[in-house]
Nanobody
Framework: QVQLVESGGGLVQPGGSLRLSCAASGFTFSDAAMTWYRQAPGKERELVAAITTAGVSAQYADSVKGRFSISRDNAGNTVYLQMNSLKPEDTAVYYC???????????????WGQGTQVTVSS
């Protein structure tokens, strides 16, 4: 069955960096676009970043542009989220999810992983 396992979260000071990983199994990873979402307490889950199957194209939420970078390793079935210049408002549980990609748009579907907590605080 499909499994998505996020890792790499933790407590970091404002301005710091973290690299999240999502290990995927149970489907052909190289055929799937991948996305990262986050959910802060009391807020809806929001799309943070997305990447196409070959990693040629990516898109980001306005709130993280220039600070976060999504990448993937198709040989290792893993998608990453490099987060720099972290702010307290980046505090959330981060999730990955696979997606379809058609005509320039992403269509996430399927199961979620358990998420990884990111806390940005001094």
């Amino acid at each position: 069955q499909v499994q998505l396992v996020e890792s790499g979260g933790g407590l970091v000071q404002p301005g710091g960096s973290l690299r999240l990983s999502c290990a995927a199994s149970g489907f052909t990873f190289s055929d799937a676009a991948m996305t990262w979402y986050r959910q802060a307490p009391g807020k809806e889950r929001e799309l943070v970043a997305a990447i196409t199957t070959a990693g040629v194209s990516a898109q980001y939420a306005d709130s993280v542009k220039g600070r976060f970078s999504i990448s993937r390793d198709n040989a290792g079935n893993t998608v990453y989220l490099q987060m720099n210049s972290l702010k307290p408002e980046d505090t959330a549980v981060y999730y990955c999810r696979r997606a379809g990609y058609y005509s320039g748009s992403y269509y996430p579907f399927g199961s979620w992983g358990q998420g990884t907590q990111v806390t940005v605080s001094s």
